[in-house]
Structure formats: C-alpha cells, structure tokens
T-cell receptor, first 113, second 110 residues
Framework: DAGVIQSPRHEVTEMGQEVTLRCKPI?????LFWYRQTMMRGLELLIY????????DSGMPEDRFSAKMPNASFSTLKIQPSEPRDSAVYFC???????????FGPGTRLLVL | QKEVEQNSGPLSVPEGAIASLNCTYS??????FFWYRQYSGKSPELIMF????GDKEDGRFTAQLNKASQYVSLLIRDSQPSDSATYLC??????????FGTGTRLLVSP
C-alpha cells in the first residue's frame, strides 16, 4: 500500500513568492497533520484535521500560513508570502483517527532565498 | 519548559551494547507515548507506543513508562550500527495532539 504522499519533495523559491505544499494521506485514514521541522525548534505541529475538518490551527505561525483539506484524499499547506525563516522540512502525517499512530510522509524540503 | 524533554546527545554506544534513551514530560494529562526513529534526511517512523505504566517489549526494543515520575524510556538491546539515528519521544495530549521532544541522536559504533 502507498504511504503518505507529499509533493514537491524539494522546493526552492524566492522571498515573497507563494508556496503550496501538497499531501495525499493513506487511504482510510481520517486524521491528517502538518508538521514543520527545523534544527532549532525540532518537529512542530502546525495544524491538524479530522474528517476533513480543521481541529486545531494554533501551531500555524502566522497568517501567512493557511491549510485546507477539501476532501479525504488531499490537503494543501500554503505560505503566502514566503520568507527565509520559513525554510524547513514540512511533513504531512496521517492516522486512522485522532490519538492513533501517525504515519509520516517523506517531507518537503523548502528553501526560501 | 518544553512539554517533552530529551537529551540531544549524541549518545554513543558500542555495537552489541544496550542503548538507553530517556524522555521526561510535563503534561500529566498525557496518557500515551510514542517513540519514533528518524534517519538523517528521512521522515520519522514509528518504533512503538506505550500507554500503561511498566514495560512493553517488541523485539530488541523495550519501552518503559512511569507516570508518577513523568518519565518514558526506550531501551535498545544488542545495538547495531543500523540503529544509529535520532530517536524522537512524543506524548499525546488531552487534545489528541502529539508533542515531540527534540530528539536524541544515537551513534552505535562497530
């Protein structure tokens, strides 16, 4: 079975540009999580969804960040406008339900110049 | 104080030894704990989880939970060079969120 799929795997952009990260969760999983990982701050939860509904977005750093989950098989994380301090690895994870084991995608390595 | 604390390491052990990785947490509402392994440049992958006080064994891995002391540990027996990675401890909060520690880097030397 396919795991969590993320695209793109690498993204290099210039400050001020819009960045859209995509995620396809494991089929049958009802919960989806977006994380950001940096050396300084480790793995941070940005936002999570259950049954396509955002449950908690308190980890989203600023209004420049937004996330959507229009259906059970697709989610996006958008940064507009991007800044150099947004450079990080962004992971999407999914699970059968809240509180269940989370399975991580391969991540998107974002570099904002 | 971070909700989940880990020593960043590196923890160096010789091949065949027992590696002991430790984690403390501050939220007494956390009931379940997860250990993930992350190789450099890769995504975290689950090793095991524990939600009851005591020990839980899975192959060479043993997770230990002491809720009174707010302490979680992971023991790796017969450590192999392939175990060299960063080990992330995570606690599940009452809001069903996973809060991760910053990870402990383990180096197993041949």
């Amino acid at each position: 079975d396919a795991g969590v799929i993320q695209s793109p795997r690498h993204e290099v952009t210039e400050m001020g540009q819009e960045v859209t990260l995509r995620c396809k969760p494991i089929s049958g999983h009802n919960s989806l999580f977006w994380y950001r990982q940096t050396m300084m701050r480790g793995l941070e939860l940005l936002i999570y969804f259950n049954n396509n509904v955002p449950i908690d977005d308190s980890g989203m750093p600023e209004d420049r960040f937004s996330a959507k989950m229009p259906n059970a098989s697709f989610s996006t994380l958008k940064i507009q406008p991007s800044e150099p301090r947004d450079s990080a690895v962004y992971f999407c994870a999914s699970g059968f339900d809240l509180g269940e084991t989370q399975y991580f995608g391969p991540g998107t390595r974002l570099l904002v110049l | 104080q971070k909700e989940v604390e880990q020593n960043s390491g590196p923890l160096s052990v010789p091949e065949g030894a027992i590696a002991s990785l430790n984690c403390t947490y501050s939220d007494r509402g956390s009931q379940s704990f997860f250990w993930y392994r992350q190789y450099s440049g890769k995504s975290p992958e689950l090793i095991m989880f524990i939600y009851s006080n005591g020990d839980k064994e899975d192959g060479r891995f043993t997770a230990q939970l002491n809720k009174a002391s707010q302490y979680v540990s992971l023991l790796i027996r017969d450590s192999q060079p392939s175990d060299s990675a960063t080990y992330l401890c995570a606690g599940l909060t009452g809001f069903q969120k996973l809060v991760f520690g910053t990870g402990t880097r383990l180096l197993v030397s041949p």
